[in-house]
């Protein structure tokens, strides 16, 4: 572990992070800097929104005081599903750092504390989706025991077994 990773605290989310959480997902779904399709809020949204309900997890990286990046999860509904739906028992996770906190070990640092949070929680497995040009990330995941499952467009469905 390095110096930068060991100065790192990860820390269960709450609902005094929906802010932070909702500006973690420009970082999560544009991390090419791209410009979002739309103005309005979009699909992303569902990530956040309404946040606190059954299912919701999140887990925050604090550096200096500040938060540097988050990990969370939330359950989604078959008619309303998020972009690495797998199915209504399996928590889709959502995952980002700030660009100056990252290649540092702030994300894996949390998807280890996320994953683990799912398996106390007794969840069997949990997906995601990904960009499949965002290798670094992709690498992450797999590293972490997630296999893809799909692949559609530019993203790339996977998902880890936690039983």
Same mark, same amino acid.
Request: charged share 25%; glycine share 14%.
């Given at each position: #572990?390095?110096? $930068?990773?060991?100065?790192?605290?990860?820390?269960?989310?709450?609902?005094?992070?929906?802010?932070?959480?909702?500006? #973690?997902? =420009?970082? /999560?779904?544009? +991390?090419?800097?791209? /410009?979002?399709?739309?103005?309005?809020?979009?699909?992303?949204?569902?990530?956040?929104?309404? +946040?606190?309900?059954?299912?919701?997890?999140? #887990?925050? $990286?604090?550096?200096?005081?500040?938060?540097?990046?988050?990990? +969370?999860?939330?359950?989604? /509904?078959?008619?309303?599903?998020?972009?690495?739906?797998?199915?209504?028992?399996?928590?889709?996770?959502?995952?980002?750092?700030?660009?100056?906190?990252?290649?540092?070990?702030?994300?894996?640092?949390?998807?280890?504390?996320?994953?683990?949070?799912?398996?106390?929680?007794?969840?069997?497995?949990?997906?995601?989706?990904?960009?499949?040009?965002?290798?670094?990330?992709?690498?992450?995941?797999?590293? =972490?025991?997630?296999?893809?499952?799909?692949?559609?467009?530019?993203?790339?469905? #996977?998902? /880890?077994?936690?039983?």
């Amino acid at each position: #572990m390095t110096a $930068a990773e060991q100065d790192v605290v990860v820390r269960r989310g709450g609902a005094q992070d929906v802010r932070f959480l909702r500006d #973690m997902l =420009h970082h /999560a779904y544009y +991390w090419r800097e791209r /410009a979002p399709e739309d103005s309005g809020p979009g699909p992303v949204a569902l990530y956040v929104k309404a +946040w606190g309900r059954p299912g919701d997890a999140a #887990m925050i $990286a604090i550096d200096g005081g500040f938060p540097v990046g988050a990990a +969370w999860y939330r359950l989604f /509904a078959r008619d309303r599903p998020g972009y690495g739906f797998v199915d209504e028992h399996t928590p889709e996770l959502a995952i980002a750092v700030v660009p100056n906190a990252r290649g540092k070990g702030v994300g894996a640092k949390l998807l280890g504390a996320l994953v683990a949070r799912a398996r106390e929680e007794g969840y069997d497995g949990i997906s995601l989706s990904v960009d499949r040009h965002n290798e670094g990330a992709i690498g992450l995941y797999e590293r =972490h025991g997630f296999q893809r499952v799909a692949e559609g467009g530019d993203s790339v469905t #996977m998902l /880890a077994s936690l039983s």
